[in-house]
């Protein structure tokens, strides 16, 4: 059977431990950031106390010291609770203005998005503020009132827009298909192309969804390039037709030419039998009379070679400047 402890041993290392034990519970409770913990870990110290032998002396010197560091903290957290209340009353005082403010422009303004980024502005500084709960609750409250006014009106206007957008869809769906349909169809290529430029120029500033306006732009496109292949095709086949005319032009010119040609060449032989007729009457001394009539007949055969000479002359020169024109035919007006 163990002998009893010495009562005055037992209490004095009892008084060792629980000293060591208070003196790292204050060195931690004074490092610690958060005063809670460090109330924590007073708590904590103090529980060791309980059951305790001690002499008096000692667990009064040792209690003191726990009460006094109880005491520092105690303060500290009671300046720490009048520090919240002062800036959470002026952060509400702030934000309360804030609020308002908010609401005021909700019920004002129709830009949507500056309103709205005021109003998560708000509802930001509201989530990092100090306040109380209830003053929280209050704001989130009534900024939500100034949300739920701009999600009305927007919605309001969205309606708006989109019956508005839908008309105008409908009405340009009209345009476009009738002006998609004339540049298939169309020979009237110049004022189905203003036609066409009309219509392109009702979808600048109009109302319409994104991807309504992305379907007939794209189908007004498609008659444009349509209306341009097709324009294109007309310019050959006009080109081609024009060639066609000038070429049959040259080859009437060189018939003309020829005919002529040929009819002048029979004028003039027959200008020169005519004046062999004339020296033969001449030399003979016949009467005045054939004479008179073989000269009249020479002096007609003169001027209708000179009209076939310069008849010719105009056709070559015209057969030459077709020429040049088919040559070039870039600046061709045809």
């Given at each position: 059977?163990?002998?009893?402890?010495?009562?005055?041993?037992?209490?004095?290392?009892?008084?060792?431990?629980?000293?060591?034990?208070?003196?790292?519970?204050?060195?931690?409770?004074?490092?610690?950031?958060?005063?809670?913990?460090?109330?924590?870990?007073?708590?904590?110290v103090?529980?060791?106390?309980?059951?305790?032998?001690?002499?008096?002396?000692?667990?009064?010197?040792?209690?003191?010291?726990?009460?006094?560091?109880?005491?520092?903290?105690?303060?500290?957290?009671e300046?720490?609770?009048?520090?919240?209340?002062?800036?959470?009353?002026?952060?509400?005082?702030?934000?309360?203005?804030?609020v308002h403010?908010?609401?005021?422009?909700?019920?004002?303004?129709?830009?949507?998005?500056?309103?709205?980024?005021?109003?998560?502005?708000?509802?930001?500084?509201?989530?990092?503020?100090?306040?109380?709960?209830?003053?929280?609750?209050?704001?989130?409250?009534?900024?939500?009132?100034?949300?739920?006014?701009?999600?009305?009106?927007?919605?309001?206007e969205?309606?708006?827009?989109?019956?508005?957008?839908?008309?105008?869809?409908?009405?340009?769906?009209?345009?476009?298909?009738?002006?998609?349909?004339?540049?298939?169809?169309?020979?009237?290529?110049?004022?189905?192309?203003?036609?066409?430029?009309?219509?392109?120029?009702?979808?600048?500033?109009?109302?319409?969804?994104?991807?309504?306006?992305?379907?007939?732009?794209?189908?007004?496109?498609?008659?444009?390039?349509?209306?341009?292949?097709?324009?294109?095709?007309?310019?050959?086949?006009?080109?081609?037709?024009?060639?066609?005319?000038?070429?049959?032009?040259?080859?009437?010119?060189?018939?003309?030419?020829?005919?002529?040609?040929?009819?002048?060449?029979?004028?003039?032989?027959?200008?020169?039998?005519?004046?062999?007729?004339?020296?033969?009457?001449?030399?003979?001394?016949?009467?005045?009379?054939?004479?008179?009539?073989?000269q009249?007949?020479?002096?007609?055969?003169?001027?209708?070679?000179?009209?076939?000479?310069?008849?010719?002359?105009?056709?070559?020169?015209?057969?030459?400047?077709?020429?040049?024109?088919?040559?070039?035919?870039?600046?061709?007006?045809?």
């Open positions: 059977m163990e002998l009893d402890k010495n009562p005055e041993e037992e209490s004095f290392q009892n008084y060792l431990i629980l000293k060591e034990t208070l003196k790292n519970g204050l060195a931690i409770a004074a490092q610690a950031k958060d005063l809670r913990e460090a109330k924590g870990c007073l708590i904590e103090q529980g060791h106390f309980k059951g305790l032998k001690l002499r008096r002396e000692d667990r009064e010197e040792l209690y003191t010291r726990l009460q006094n560091a109880f005491s520092e903290v105690n303060a500290r957290i300046d720490e609770r009048l520090e919240f209340e002062y800036e959470a009353l002026a952060n509400y005082a702030d934000l309360k203005a804030a403010e908010a609401s005021s422009l909700a019920g004002k303004s129709r830009d949507f998005r500056e309103t709205w980024d005021i109003l998560i502005g708000v509802q930001s500084r509201i989530k990092g503020a100090k306040l109380f709960r209830e003053q929280r609750e209050e704001l989130f409250m009534g900024l939500q009132d100034a949300f739920t006014s701009v999600k009305s009106w927007r919605d309001k969205r309606q708006e827009f989109e019956n508005e957008a839908q008309q105008n869809y409908l009405r340009l769906k009209v345009l476009v298909e009738k002006g998609l349909i004339q540049a298939e169809e169309t020979h009237e290529y110049k004022d189905t192309r203003e036609y066409l430029k009309k219509i392109q120029a009702e979808f600048k500033g109009i109302k319409m969804a994104h991807e309504q306006r992305e379907e007939l732009y794209s189908r007004l496109q498609t008659a444009f390039d349509i209306l341009g292949k097709r324009l294109d095709e007309f310019f050959r086949n006009k080109k081609k037709n024009w060639e066609v005319k000038m070429q049959y032009k040259l080859s009437q010119f060189s018939v003309d030419i020829f005919e002529l040609q040929d009819a002048l060449s029979k004028e003039q032989a027959n200008l020169s039998a005519l004046e062999d007729q004339l020296d033969i009457l001449v030399s003979a001394g016949k009467d005045s009379a054939a004479k008179i009539g073989l009249a007949r020479i002096a007609s055969a003169l001027r209708s070679i000179e009209r076939k000479q310069k008849q010719i002359a105009a056709f070559e020169i015209e057969r030459s400047e077709l020429q040049i024109r088919m040559d070039h035919p870039e600046g061709d007006g045809e």
